[in-house]
């Protein structure tokens, strides 16, 4: 009975064991580009799958194989050692050598890799790399496998200074950083792992068309590393990463299996860059094809009950219109910051031949300053008291919408907050801000760029406002919580902060004005900030003015594609699902009433939907009208493409002198 007993328990005790998941040990003895693939999702795709994945990253920023090679020779603790356990539980040991890492744990794998920038030149691997291998071989098991990193080139769009080497071009260094990976792999007998080829994969695809980098160099949070975990996944388990059911926080659900296609792509041909074929479906410009829908009725609240007076509207049926655009679309933004404070940093009262008074203003969020928004505030130096204004937001810097160099330039010291910049010529966008005929009029303008709120590439939020108002352990919004649409909303009601305390500006007065993006901004700007007296939407298209259910030109999908950072998380589940919004645009419109409000396109700029802005202006109007406000919306088209230009300001200066002027929100 007893040996029955004990043959019984060695079986349990067998199944048990059979039962267990495998285990892979890995190692990455690298620098930030191996922190990107290793320390988030490399574990949690192996649980997925069954495997547990113990993960180690030797990391030194921008560490080269010169400098790895040197701290083995002298024993140096000169590394952060991130360890994530079986259990996914995550250790840091700071100060570590090199060798305690190699004997920490019977590694399956130790990876290396070069310094991002010499990533594709094969001379600077030698004779640093068969060194560090005769090193580590002395230290790990026998079966131990080592493998080469093979990094990615850098967003040309981005970085441009740092890889002349590559004559800044993308494809050049990628081009070098495989065939570099060819060689080494060759030579020495390294299994390789193509991130590089899966991350020029993923740039072939929708999803990679705006930038998965933070800074033009390092992965996003999001799809970046992600799609860069697949690949290690996939070459160092020897299983499909397709199909893997990981959900990862903050990723919408295409481009998942756009991130392990790319990743499983670059494992089955390392040194090929291949196009997925993962895109939109061409845009529709045919009315025919135009979805059948019905408009939700602004003046109907969700319970299904009618809005009987202007007090139930303004009240209540105004709170929760704008609570479902929050939750759904644009995302929960922080109020005014307690910390927000003005400085005063130049002044010309002479500026612009004469014609203006110019101040650049500081606007910050905190007693740091570490962010802030430069303010450029003109005003008609013959003005006999406060004016009144349009505030926007502009695309490529302040000094880019004038000739005059008076404005300042941004300088070198300010390009690390913003995680890219692209110097544009002083006055380049100038067009679309006619300063001299905005001031002739007797109005001023103040604009700043929209980098100093929020980048517009999926940064992960990592350079903008958002981190400064993360709970604790938090670092990625919510799913409803803002995106950068609303926080260039946000930060146009800063700069109204600041123009209501502006002697030379009539704070009641004030248009904020905005085209493209830019528009949808302005528009969530007027929604949610009922002290600007009048908004202006130019172009704005889908998100902006354009009746998402028409699905006209760019739409909801095209959207969450291509900018997944615009709008906060829950709008994902709306990509090819308009009629399931529980709003639509027109109702962002009735949200401004009653103050005045213009509604432009353009005869040519299909992909905004003129038509669809026409529409969404013609129902918001039945807003204003059972308010008790007639000839408070314009629509106004002129032939075209997408643009601002010179007609469209004299037609917003028109409609200005006509409302605005009789028009001032009180305090």
Same mark, same amino acid.
């Given at each position: 009975?007893?040996?029955?007993?004990?043959?019984?328990?060695?079986?349990?005790?067998?199944?048990?064991?059979?039962?267990q998941?495998?285990?892979?040990?890995?190692?990455?003895?690298?620098?930030?580009?191996?922190?990107?693939?290793?320390e988030?999702?490399?574990?949690?795709?192996?649980?997925?799958?069954?495997?547990?994945?113990?993960?180690?990253?030797?990391?030194?920023?921008?560490?080269?194989?010169?400098?790895?090679?040197?701290?083995?020779?002298?024993?140096?603790?000169?590394?952060?050692?991130?360890?994530?356990?079986?259990?996914?539980?995550?250790?840091?040991?700071?100060?570590?050598?090199?060798?305690?890492?190699?004997?920490?744990?019977?590694?399956?794998?130790?990876t290396?890799?070069?310094?991002?920038?010499?990533?594709?030149?094969y001379?600077?691997?030698?004779?640093?790399?068969p060194?560090?291998?005769?090193?580590?071989?002395?230290?790990?098991?026998?079966?131990t496998?080592?493998?080469?990193?093979?990094?990615?080139?850098y967003?040309?769009?981005?970085?441009?200074?740092?890889?002349?080497?590559?004559?800044?071009?993308?494809?050049? !260094?990628?081009?070098?950083?495989?065939?570099?990976?060819?060689?080494?792999?060759d030579?020495?007998?390294?299994?390789?792992?193509?991130?590089?080829?899966?991350?020029?994969?993923?740039?072939?695809?929708?999803?990679?068309?705006?930038?998965?980098t933070?800074?033009g160099?390092?992965?996003?949070?999001?799809?970046?590393?992600?799609a860069?975990?697949c690949?290690?996944?996939?070459?160092?388990?020897?299983?499909?990463?397709?199909?893997?059911?990981?959900?990862?926080?903050? !990723?919408?659900?295409?481009?998942?299996p756009?991130?392990?296609?790319?990743?499983?792509?670059?494992?089955?041909?390392?040194?090929?860059?291949?196009?997925?074929? !993962?895109?939109n479906?061409?845009?529709?410009?045919?009315?025919?094809?135009?979805?059948?829908?019905?408009?939700?009725?602004?003046?109907?609240?969700?319970?299904?009950?009618?809005?009987?007076?202007?007090?139930?509207?303004?009240?209540?049926?105004?709170?929760?219109?704008?609570?479902?655009?929050?939750?759904?679309?644009?995302?929960?933004?922080?109020?005014?910051p307690e910390?927000?404070?003005?400085?005063l940093?130049?002044?010309?009262?002479?500026?612009f031949?004469?014609?203006?008074?110019?101040?650049?203003?500081?606007?910050?969020?905190?007693?740091?300053?570490?962010?802030?928004?430069?303010?450029?505030?003109?005003?008609?130096?013959?003005?006999?008291?406060?004016?009144?204004?349009?505030?926007?937001?502009?695309?490529?810097?302040?000094?880019a919408?004038?000739?005059?160099?008076?404005?300042? !330039?941004?300088?070198?010291?300010?390009?690390?907050?913003?995680?890219?910049?692209?110097?544009?010529?002083?006055?380049?966008?100038?067009?679309?801000?006619?300063?001299?005929?905005?001031?002739?009029?007797?109005?001023?303008?103040?604009?700043?760029?929209?980098?100093?709120?929020?980048?517009?590439?999926?940064?992960?939020?990592?350079?903008?406002?958002?981190?400064?108002?993360?709970?604790?352990?938090?670092?990625?919004?919510?799913?409803d919580?803002?995106?950068?649409?609303?926080?260039?909303?946000?930060?146009?009601?800063?700069?109204?902060?600041?123009?209501?305390?502006?002697?030379?500006?009539?704070?009641?007065?004030?248009?904020?004005?905005?085209?493209?993006?830019?528009?949808?901004?302005?528009?969530?700007?007027?929604?949610?900030?009922?002290?600007?007296?009048?908004?202006?939407?130019?172009?704005?298209?889908?998100?902006?003015?354009?009746?998402?259910?028409?699905?006209?030109?760019?739409?909801?999908?095209?959207?969450?594609?291509?900018?997944?950072?615009?709008?906060?998380g829950?709008?994902?589940?709306?990509?090819?699902?308009?009629?399931?919004?529980?709003?639509?645009?027109?109702?962002?419109?009735?949200?401004?009433?009653?103050?005045?409000l213009?509604v432009?396109?353009?005869?040519?700029?299909?992909?905004?939907?003129?038509?669809?802005?026409?529409?969404?202006?013609?129902?918001?109007?039945?807003?204003?009208?059972?308010?008790?406000?007639?000839?408070?919306?314009?629509?106004?088209?002129r032939?075209?493409?997408?643009?601002?230009?010179?007609?469209?300001?004299?037609?917003?200066?028109?409609?200005?002198?006509?409302?605005?002027?009789?028009?001032?929100?009180?305090?």
């Amino acid at each position: 009975m007893k040996r029955l007993s004990t043959i019984v328990i060695l079986l349990c005790s067998a199944l048990i064991a059979g039962a267990q998941p495998d285990t892979l040990r890995v190692l990455a003895v690298g620098n930030s580009f191996s922190r990107d693939a290793v320390e988030q999702n490399l574990h949690e795709l192996g649980a997925a799958d069954g495997l547990v994945i113990i993960v180690g990253n030797m990391y030194i920023p921008g560490c080269s194989l010169e400098r790895h090679y040197s701290n083995a020779v002298d024993n140096v603790p000169d590394y952060e050692y991130c360890k994530i356990s079986a259990d996914g539980r995550r250790t840091v040991r700071p100060r570590t050598e090199l060798a305690y890492a190699l004997a920490d744990e019977p590694w399956d794998f130790v990876t290396f890799q070069q310094v991002s920038h010499d990533s594709g030149r094969y001379e600077t691997f030698v004779p640093y790399l068969p060194y560090l291998l005769d090193f580590a071989r002395k230290i790990v098991p026998e079966k131990t496998k080592f493998c080469w990193h093979q990094t990615w080139a850098y967003d040309s769009d981005i970085v441009r200074d740092t890889f002349v080497i590559y004559d800044r071009d993308q494809t050049k !260094m990628y081009n070098d950083i495989a065939e570099a990976s060819r060689k080494v792999c060759d030579r020495y007998g390294l299994k390789l792992i193509p991130a590089g080829t899966a991350i020029q994969n993923l740039r072939k695809t929708v999803f990679g068309r705006n930038s998965i980098t933070r800074d033009g160099y390092h992965m996003n949070n999001t799809l970046g590393r992600y799609a860069v975990a697949c690949t290690w996944y996939e070459a160092l388990a020897g299983r499909s990463v397709e199909g893997n059911d990981y959900a990862v926080p903050f !990723m919408y659900d295409a481009q998942i299996p756009a991130a392990q296609k790319c990743a499983h792509l670059a494992v089955v041909r390392p040194f090929e860059v291949t196009n997925p074929g !993962m895109d939109n479906p061409p845009a529709n410009y045919d009315v025919a094809k135009i979805p059948s829908y019905t408009l939700p009725d602004p003046l109907t609240f969700a319970n299904g009950k009618k809005v009987r007076n202007a007090r139930q509207w303004m009240k209540r049926r105004r709170s929760e219109l704008l609570s479902a655009f929050e939750t759904e679309m644009y995302g929960r933004a922080p109020g005014r910051p307690e910390k927000l404070h003005f400085r005063l940093l130049r002044e010309n009262k002479d500026a612009f031949g004469g014609l203006a008074v110019a101040k650049e203003v500081g606007i910050y969020f905190s007693d740091d300053e570490s962010q802030y928004i430069r303010l450029l505030v003109l005003t008609p130096r013959d003005a006999n008291g406060p004016v009144p204004a349009f505030l926007g937001v502009n695309f490529q810097g302040n000094h880019a919408i004038t000739t005059d160099e008076w404005v300042s !330039m941004i300088g070198p010291d300010e390009y690390s907050r913003y995680g890219r910049y692209t110097e544009y010529p002083r006055g380049n966008n100038a067009r679309r801000w006619p300063i001299e005929l905005i001031l002739s009029r007797g109005y001023g303008v103040a604009t700043f760029y929209r980098g100093d709120i929020d980048p517009d590439w999926d940064d992960s939020f990592t350079n903008g406002v958002h981190k400064l108002f993360y709970k604790k352990g938090q670092s990625y919004p919510e799913p409803d919580e803002w995106g950068t649409i609303a926080a260039w909303a946000w930060g146009l009601s800063r700069a109204l902060d600041y123009l209501e305390n502006d002697p030379d500006v009539d704070g009641s007065k004030v248009a904020v004005i905005g085209h493209s993006r830019l528009g949808k901004a302005a528009l969530w700007a007027g929604a949610t900030d009922q002290r600007f007296a009048m908004v202006v939407s130019n172009c704005s298209g889908c998100g902006g003015a354009a009746i998402s259910r028409r699905a006209f030109g760019e739409t909801v999908r095209t959207i969450n594609n291509q900018f997944p950072h615009w709008f906060c998380g829950n709008f994902y589940k709306y990509s090819d699902n308009e009629a399931a919004l529980p709003f639509d645009q027109h109702e962002l419109l009735a949200l401004i009433a009653p103050r005045p409000l213009c509604v432009a396109s353009a005869t040519e700029d299909l992909w905004a939907d003129p038509e669809g802005q026409k529409i969404a202006a013609e129902e918001a109007v039945k807003v204003y009208r059972f308010l008790g406000y007639e000839g408070m919306v314009q629509y106004h088209t002129r032939e075209g493409g997408h643009d601002i230009v010179a007609y469209d300001w004299n037609y917003y200066l028109d409609f200005a002198d006509q409302k605005l002027s009789h028009f001032s929100v009180t305090k």
